[in-house]
């Protein structure tokens, strides 16, 4: 006979939710290596909705399909560390971030703009407290981690030499000259 063998694959899932309707889940990257087709073999899949629940789009009622939906709701309680949380708390609670930089979920308070409302992806809500408070604390964790290595006014790292840790003084040279 013939001879069999294996060989492992390696795939990060890439995944695009459209409107909470349609899902495409894929394993090719947007670049000509996996695009141009002669290259790394890839695969994805287009799950379109049939099946519906009551949610919100923009403040507005709207036919959310089950699987979309909930597949965003997960992702973005992963993301934002929201994954503790129960499933009847997913859509609204107090938040507080805690020194990993992931959201904490404690009691409702009667103050609603304290609120982390995940459910309408596209309500300036969504937008400025979740995402834009999310970006805020990461972008404060790397500060903390990475001030004396890298300036803040350095634009590309580029600017920096390659293969080394500058101090500060001599990063903002780098920077400077780049």
Same mark, same amino acid.
């Given at each position: 006979?013939?001879?069999?063998?294996?060989?492992?694959?390696?795939?990060?899932?890439?995944?695009?939710?459209?409107?909470?309707?349609?899902?495409?889940?894929?394993?090719?990257?947007? %670049?000509?290596?996996?695009?141009?087709? =002669?290259? !790394? #073999?890839?695969?994805?899949?287009? @799950? *379109? +909705?049939?099946?519906?629940?009551?949610?919100?789009?923009?403040?507005?009622?709207?036919?959310?399909?089950?699987?979309?939906?909930?597949?965003?709701?997960?992702?973005?309680?992963?993301?934002?560390?929201?994954?503790?949380?129960?499933?009847?708390?997913?859509?609204?609670?107090?938040?507080?971030?805690?020194?990993?930089? %992931?959201?904490?979920?404690?009691?409702? =308070?009667? !103050? #609603?703009?304290?609120?982390?409302? @995940? *459910? +309408?992806?596209?309500?300036?809500?969504?937008?400025?407290?979740?995402?834009?408070?999310?970006?805020?604390?990461?972008?404060?964790?790397?500060?903390?981690?990475?001030?004396?290595?890298?300036?803040?006014?350095?634009?590309?790292?580029?600017?920096?030499?390659?293969?080394?840790?500058?101090?500060?003084?001599?990063?903002?040279?780098?920077?400077?000259?780049?």
């Amino acid at each position: 006979g013939t001879k069999q063998f294996t060989e492992q694959g390696y795939g990060k899932p890439k995944r695009m939710i459209v409107d909470d309707r349609i899902a495409i889940i894929g394993s090719a990257n947007i %670049n000509d290596r996996s695009l141009r087709g =002669s290259r !790394d #073999s890839e695969i994805g899949c287009v @799950i *379109r +909705d049939t099946d519906f629940i009551d949610s919100t789009m923009n403040g507005q009622p709207y036919k959310a399909g089950v699987f979309a939906h909930t597949l965003r709701m997960k992702l973005w309680k992963v993301h934002l560390g929201l994954h503790h949380v129960h499933e009847e708390e997913q859509g609204k609670c107090n938040i507080t971030h805690n020194t990993q930089g %992931n959201a904490d979920c404690s009691a409702r =308070s009667e !103050d #609603s703009s304290h609120y982390l409302d @995940i *459910r +309408d992806p596209v309500t300036e809500t969504s937008y400025h407290h979740v995402w834009r408070g999310q970006a805020k604390t990461n972008t404060d964790i790397y500060k903390e981690i990475f001030a004396h290595r890298i300036p803040e006014n350095c634009s590309k790292l580029s600017q920096l030499r390659r293969g080394s840790i500058l101090p500060v003084a001599g990063a903002l040279r780098a920077c400077a000259e780049g």
